[in-house]
């Protein structure tokens, strides 16, 4: 049988008679286990796994040391730093306002200076289908509307100068090119039965003159066998055609008629050589107002915006609508909203930030006044991108009673005060009685459409829609439709003009399009407002929980190594309790027993001696 020592030291071999060292050894270790574990031993260490000095070196050898705990934590906290750093500082914020600073040479001025956005006039006309029955007085007017004829548009901002009180001024040119593709049909070939636009227009324009000034233009028109109706392709009645009443106008009043061709779109698009200064910065919320800047009684709560008309040839008014006229003390007459365009916008920028309840009003010479916008709802566009809906206000082209912002376009000593729906454009275009409206009177007095056939308003199609990005301030989808009309009043002494006396003719509509961004623009607001936010908000995220779990492993670390620190260093067992290695027997020189095995095994003293011999 084999002995073992105690202390896990070597094992010898020893034969001792027939006595069953099996049984002995577990004797013996059981005596060893109750020394090692005395029963005076506090009680909260039963049942814990022994300490013996090898043990207590393993484990310490085996417990990361504090310094990498350390490491872990202080890592952790850094990435939480980091996280809170990116959360605060919000590097997309950063990056739009570096991408969208208005400054020389940069992007948002490339933008601006000449726009890379595809804009697309589509033009339709009211083709007249009885125009022998309407003056025989058999039928009413009875139109058709054909198109659209659809046009390119491209704006560029020449002369631009920067100016020390942070506006800029410049110079917009327009220039308009065909679009055969997306047009109904070849406007150089398409023939339209329209009115005279002359002959009506300067009847209409002398209804206050005399009955012998009256007789004498009709007169006039008879020597030249000027027609009510004209035979017209589309090209020619949208960008010029002979007539012999403006031709012999130009010659006689070259400063009032200075073109000898008529065409509608022509006159529409000449815009001259206008000299615009815009914000190039604003207040943040648009609502501070600046009594500098801002006339009396005018819409000053958005004269700061960025982007907004700061002055219009020289002036933030409309003088054709009686800006600056009038005594000084009369704040309502020297301006108003009516005829105050600093403020507005040429609708190419907008402030960045927008929010719901902000205002806007668009500007445009061919408009002859500014167009308020009203916010409609929230949505994305067909390109997915976040948007504000806006469409014209419910009141836009209300009478002075209802509305009085329009008070200015009502002038009772020129012309009796137009019906609602309609909004004077006399003074823009050479005094001729003409007047805008939403395609095919949609809004207007009911009136209007009781005297003409073949009008349909539709809000779908009539209704003007625009979308704006609100955080960088882009128009993004847009539907300007308005329509010119020509207003006939009550003429004198002209028969081939009275078939027309108190008429409201719709002329043509046109669709002011915007259909999409381009592709590079398009990806770049997808970055920024789409792509770029869930990169930022999954980066944080995951910054947060590397940095806790970091944290939370180092603090666990901390105390389990802590603990066990505090295992290993119980008070030792008392020295009764301590065992050494013994070599109990030894193969040729037996050694005297412990007292302890010897009183275990008997009292016999000559036990071993007897055994190995």
């Known amino acids: 049988m084999v002995l073992q020592n105690i202390g896990g030291g070597s094992a010898e071999s020893v034969t001792v008679g027939c006595l069953d060292w099996d049984r002995f050894d577990r004797q013996w270790q059981d005596c060893v286990q109750d020394y090692r574990y005395h029963p005076h031993r506090d009680a909260r260490h039963a049942g814990r796994s022994r300490n013996t000095p090898q043990r207590s070196e393993n484990l310490r050898r085996n417990l990361p040391p504090f310094r990498v705990l350390r490491l872990l934590g202080t890592i952790g906290v850094a990435l939480l730093a980091l996280a809170y750093a990116v959360y605060l500082v919000n590097p997309i914020e950063i990056a739009i306002n570096v991408r969208m600073s208005f400054l020389n040479g940069s992007f948002l001025f490339g933008l601006w200076r000449k726009p890379p956005v595809s804009i697309y006039v589509q033009v339709y006309l009211f083709n007249v289908t009885n125009p022998r029955e309407f003056l025989r007085g058999q039928e009413k007017l009875r139109v058709e509307e054909v198109g659209p004829f659809v046009y390119r548009e491209e704006l560029e901002n020449t002369g631009v100068k920067f100016n020390e009180n942070d506006t800029v001024t410049y110079t917009p040119k327009r220039n308009v090119f065909p679009v055969p593709e997306l047009s109904v049909g070849d406007p150089r070939t398409t023939v339209v039965i329209a009115p005279n636009l002359a002959l009506l227009g300067l009847a209409s324009s002398l209804h206050n003159s005399s009955i012998f000034t009256n007789i004498a233009f009709a007169t006039l028109t008879s020597y030249l066998d000027t027609q009510p109706f004209l035979h017209l392709t589309v090209h020619d009645f949208l960008w010029g055609f002979d007539d012999p009443l403006v031709h012999l106008a130009s010659k006689l009043f070259p400063k009032w008629i200075h073109f000898p061709r008529l065409g509608v779109m022509d006159r529409m698009f000449d815009d001259g050589e206008n000299v615009v200064t815009m914000n190039v910065y604003g207040d943040d919320d648009g609502k501070v107002p600046s009594a500098d800047l801002a006339p009396a009684g005018t819409n000053d709560t958005f004269s700061r915006r960025a982007f907004a008309i700061d002055s219009w040839n020289g002036s933030p008014g409309l003088a054709h609508w009686g800006y600056g ?182 002329i043509f509509w046109v669709d002011l399009t915007v259909r999409g961004l381009p592709d590079s623009l398009s990806s770049l607001l997808d970055l920024m407002l789409r792509v770029a936010p869930i990169i930022q908000t999954t980066v944080i995220a995951v910054l947060v929980a590397s940095g806790a779990l970091l944290l939370v492993s180092a603090a666990v670390g901390v105390c389990c190594t802590a603990g066990m620190l505090h295992a290993t260093r119980r008070p030792p067992v008392q020295d009764a309790y301590k065992y050494s290695q013994v070599k109990i027997i030894k193969a040729v020189k037996p050694a005297a027993a412990p007292e302890s095995l010897v009183l275990s095994l008997g009292r016999d003293p000559e036990f071993f001696g007897k055994g190995r011999a």
């Not at 061919?366 to 469409?391: I, K, N």
């Not at 004077?424 to 001729?432: E, G, K, S, V």
């Not at 003007?464 to 308005?482: D, F, K």
Request: net charge neutral.
């Open 325 to 506: 006229k009038g005594d000084d003390h009369d704040s309502a007459t020297v301006g108003t909203r009516c005829n105050t365009i600093r403020g507005a916008t040429e609708g190419i920028l907008f402030p960045r930030n927008i929010r719901k309840d902000m205002r806007f009003s668009v500007y445009r010479k061919a408009f002859c006044r500014t167009l308020p916008l009203q916010f409609v709802r929230e949505g994305p566009t067909p390109d997915h991108v976040p948007a504000y809906w806006y469409t014209l206000g419910d009141d836009i082209f209300e009478t002075a009673d209802v509305n009085p912002d329009n008070s200015c376009y009502c002038r009772p000593e020129v012309a009796p005060c137009l019906p609602r729906g309609l909004s004077d454009l006399t003074p823009c275009y050479y005094d001729i009685p003409a007047a805008v409206s939403l395609p095919h009177f949609y809004k207007a007095d009911e009136r209007l459409l009781e005297k003409i056939d073949g009008l349909h308003p539709n809000e779908s199609l009539h209704a003007t829609t625009l979308a704006i990005q609100p955080r960088v301030g882009v128009p993004l989808v847009a539907h300007i439709r308005v329509q010119t009309n020509l207003v006939v009043h009550k003429t004198k002494g002209n028969p081939r003009v009275a078939p027309f006396n108190n008429l409201t003719v719709p």
